[in-house]
């Protein structure tokens, strides 16, 4: 049975923490509400060439070939200290950290370059990296810290000091409402007494601070914690499927006094910091997702040019002609997406949460379908592992190493679904702010017809505006070929637009559950940006090649979107939702019989922590 009280706990304290206002227009944000604003995405952001950023570059490239052997590392499932000291001598820890504060202060764009270049070569190394700056102590004191924590710590971090953040817990995973472990103020009020445990924390077996979320009387805060104070111990290695020198843990806190000058921001706003830190936080991802798709690419290229199948290369045939088709295309729109939304970063001005949300979750998903496709062009040889190929004689290539590398970033930083709902919650901001209190069950009478006097001055010039729209042709023109795509996005984001209205209108505040129509809205989209990105690069790069690229990958989103719109309109929900919760309790159990099952109830698979004590 469903806990409706614990739900809605959790929706409010989310809402609470989220950034109720825009500092400016984003490109989705107006996309979702049927304007096509491509100023924001064009002119294509140049690549910078400052000389430090490429001298450094240069000097993280011979590291890499020279010092990191990635079979070695995955192997042996552990970071070498060469590795270590060596990305510490060259400033890798410090790449987004300010100059003033002993780091390289480089863009995010810049920043996107090194780490695609990483992910090109060792997931487990670009892991690393990632949860240090990304979303370790950094980014959140870049943000959020007093100046004397920046130049407490942020020189540490910057010569190599590892950090991680820990937010997860044994029986909460993206419900942040639920978070157990707490902080007690002393009864001198000059620190907290944090208890708790915390569950999947990377690099937590190696950090020298962490960044730790716990509840606090005035809400949950956000503390920098130094693993060397007394209460903190690494309760257990995690390992996994892939990433195998992953440094994850699960943490115990147990009595530890965390000064009150260590809290990030204000006490009670920890989620906020966590929420806009991941904004930012989880462009690394994108980045490296281009970097392992590129080397899929260029594996599967070049073996389908001399694997020889029924007298001509493997290449020719038609099946695979069309991969290597689609694995370009993509590749070429995944480096414009995660160009575009670093690009915005770089500015203060834009308000990326969608933008950044939209990149990781795309790029990604379609990471996790290159690859796999590299491994079906490669056949025997992309499931055989590289020491095996190479004790045969053949050239080693770690396809399966990728493969079973590449499918944590789907889950990392916020899953493919919990991205899902982020973009949806997003996409209906405008509707909510002017209508929401129309379908709200605990809105008042005087609130609700105030929102009724907003919702009738709004709409009754913005919905039909999302028939009859502007005519931007005569501009798209300079696009040649690809000006069709343009237009296709600036039709098809109005439609957008009035569907997800209409959606509104249909289900009311019962949206909120309708998870399969609110993925396939933000699947659109996402698709949207992803075709102007493309666009824009392709019209910057102006050659015939790029050209190509763009308007293969676009002919090909262009074929989602309609089916996605084609999904919305009409579907098997309701009945999927109902087979799927008697599935859940127990009515079809007689399918599984046959084979040697679990053993167990369902109640001992619930998280340690929510079913007590088990021997």
Not at 65 to 82: F, L, Q
Not at 182 to 203: H, I, M, R
Not at 307 to 331: K, N
Not at 517 to 535: C, H, K, P
Request: glycine residues 8%; proline residues 4%.
């Amino acid at each position: 049975m469903l806990d409706t009280t614990a739900q809605e706990t959790s929706r409010q304290v989310t809402e609470a923490a989220r950034e109720t206002s825009w500092r400016s227009a984003g490109f989705l944000r107006d996309l979702f509400l049927g304007k096509l604003r491509f100023d924001l995405v064009h002119p294509y952001p140049e690549r910078n060439a400052r000389a430090a950023f490429e001298a450094f570059y240069a000097a993280l490239e011979s590291f890499l070939r020279a010092e990191v052997d990635p079979v070695e590392i995955d192997a042996s499932g552990e970071y070498p200290k060469k590795v270590l000291d060596g990305l510490a001598e060259l400033g890798a820890f410090g790449m987004i950290i300010p100059s003033e504060y002993g780091g390289l202060g480089f863009s995010h764009r810049e920043y996107e370059r090194a780490m695609m270049l990483v992910g090109s070569y060792d997931a487990n190394v670009a892991a690393l990296l990632s949860a240090h700056q990304s979303i370790g102590v950094p980014q959140p004191l870049v943000l959020f810290g007093t100046e004397a924590q920046k130049r407490e710590y942020l020189p540490r971090c910057a010569c190599g000091a590892i950090s991680a953040f820990a937010l997860t817990e044994p029986a909460v995973g993206s419900d942040p409402a639920h978070i157990g472990s707490t902080a007690t103020p002393t009864e001198d009020g000059e620190a907290f007494v944090l208890n708790g445990t915390k569950l999947w924390c990377t690099n937590g077996t190696l950090a020298e601070l962490i960044v730790v979320m716990a509840r606090t009387p005035k809400g949950i805060t956000a503390f920098v914690v130094e693993t060397g104070w007394r209460g903190v111990e690494v309760a257990h290695r995690c390992r996994f499927m892939g990433l195998s020198a992953l440094a994850n843990a699960e943490l115990a806190f147990d009595n530890v006094r965390v000064p009150r000058a260590n809290v990030i921001g204000q006490e009670g706003r920890g989620l906020k910091v966590a929420l806009t830190t991941l904004n930012a936080g989880r462009l690394s991802l994108p980045a490296t997702a281009v970097g392992a798709a590129k080397l899929a690419l260029e594996a599967s290229r070049k073996w389908a040019s001399v694997r020889v199948q029924w007298g001509q290369p493997i290449g020719a045939h038609e099946a695979i002609s069309h991969m290597l088709a689609d694995m370009a295309a993509t590749t070429f729109a995944m480096e414009a997406v995660a160009d575009v939304a670093t690009a915005m970063a770089d500015h203060p001005e834009y308000d990326i949460r969608l933008e950044a949300a939209a990149a990781k979750e795309w790029n990604t998903v379609r990471q996790w379908a290159i690859t796999d496709e590299a491994l079906e062009i490669r056949g025997g040889r992309g499931f055989e592992s590289e020491r095996s190929l190479a004790e045969r004689g053949e050239f080693p290539i770690g396809i399966e190493r990728m493969m079973r590398d590449s499918r944590a970033s789907r889950i990392f930083e916020g899953s493919t679904e919990i991205m899902h709902l982020f973009l949806a919650r997003e996409a209906l901001d405008e509707h909510l702010q002017v209508a929401g209190a129309l379908v709200d069950p605990h809105a008042t009478g005087r609130e609700k017809r105030r929102a009724l006097l907003r919702a009738i001055g709004f709409y009754a010039t913005w919905y039909p505006r999302t028939w009859l729209g502007w005519s931007r042709w005569p501009r798209f023109r300079a696009f040649g070929p690809l000006a069709g795509h343009l237009r296709f996005v600036e039709r098809e984001s109005r439609k957008l637009a009035r569907t997800i209205f209409h959606q509104m209108l249909r289900h009311g505040a019962a949206l909120e559950q309708k998870q399969a129509v609110l993925a396939r809205v933000v699947d659109v989209g996402v698709e949207l940006f992803a075709i102007t990105a493309a666009v824009s690069r392709a019209a910057d790069a102006d050659t015939a090649d790029a050209m190509e690229l763009a308007d293969s990958f676009c002919r090909g989103a262009r074929a989602r979107v309609a089916a996605s719109f084609r999904a919305i309109a009409s579907n098997d929900d309701r009945a999927n939702a109902h087979l799927g919760r008697d599935v859940m309790d127990g009515r079809y159990a007689w399918l599984e019989q046959g084979i040697i099952g679990l053993g167990v109830s369902a109640e001992r698979l619930k998280p340690r922590a929510a079913r007590g004590a088990v021997s």
